[in-house]
């Protein structure tokens, strides 16, 4: 399947953060294949009846994985209709962490936080010019820093993979936009 050329930026940013094939008992998701986990690939397949998959995560190819991450991670969440410079970031938060990422970015707009990037959240992007942006993005990104330490803080497991998620979101600054 051809996909947008930010789309394929970012996801092949994030797939070399997801590994391949994981099952770190301290890892909430349990088994996962390219960051795909178990309830995820679950929510795929009702919503692809009748398509020719696998039954289980640990079956899934790199192709299908990736188009998990653009329906249920990109499309679904409206990462499209972001301004560039946040697409990256914000479609690898989701990936990493659902929902939040678009809670922290409304936080971070300073616009209400419920979850959905609607008029009022994009509206509030498109009249900001390319440094205001920038400065947004790594705002942005700081908070998921900051999102990430507070995981770690309240969840003794989430300690094994502090030092990963930091080299993660550190290396977000220089994702390229």
């Given at each position: 399947?051809?996909?947008?050329?930010?789309?394929?930026?970012?996801?092949?940013?994030?797939?070399?953060?997801?590994?391949?094939?994981?099952?770190?008992?301290?890892?909430?998701?349990?088994?996962?294949k390219?960051?795909?986990?178990?309830?995820?690939?679950?929510?795929?397949?009702?919503?692809?009846?009748?398509?020719?998959?696998?039954?289980?995560?640990?079956?899934?190819?790199r192709?299908?994985?990736?188009?998990?991450?653009?329906?249920?991670?990109?499309?679904?969440?409206?990462?499209?209709?972001?301004?560039?410079?946040?697409q990256?970031?914000?479609?690898?938060?989701?990936?990493?962490?659902?929902?939040?990422?678009?809670?922290?970015?409304?936080?971070?707009?300073?616009?209400?936080?419920?979850?959905?990037?609607?008029?009022?959240?994009?509206?509030?992007?498109?009249?900001?010019?390319?440094?205001?942006?920038?400065?947004?993005?790594?705002?942005?990104?700081?908070?998921?820093?900051?999102?990430?330490?507070?995981?770690?803080?309240?969840?003794?497991?989430?300690?094994?993979?502090?030092?990963?998620?930091?080299?993660?979101?550190?290396?977000?600054?220089?994702?390229?936009?």
């Amino acid at each position: 399947m051809n996909y947008e050329p930010s789309f394929n930026d970012a996801v092949q940013f994030t797939l070399v953060k997801e590994g391949v094939l994981s099952d770190n008992p301290n890892d909430k998701g349990g088994l996962t294949k390219y960051g795909i986990t178990h309830t995820t690939w679950a929510a795929y397949l009702a919503a692809n009846k009748g398509a020719k998959l696998p039954a289980t995560v640990d079956k899934i190819t790199r192709d299908q994985a990736i188009d998990v991450y653009y329906t249920m991670y990109w499309k679904a969440p409206k990462i499209d209709a972001l301004p560039r410079e946040l697409q990256g970031p914000a479609f690898d938060f989701e990936v990493n962490s659902g929902g939040r990422a678009i809670e922290t970015l409304q936080a971070v707009l300073g616009v209400d936080q419920d979850g959905e990037l609607g008029p009022v959240t994009l509206g509030k992007m498109t009249t900001m010019q390319a440094p205001a942006l920038r400065r947004l993005r790594n705002d942005y990104i700081t908070q998921r820093g900051i999102f990430l330490m507070d995981l770690a803080q309240h969840n003794q497991n989430d300690v094994t993979f502090i030092k990963g998620w930091f080299k993660r979101v550190v290396s977000l600054y220089d994702f390229a936009y």
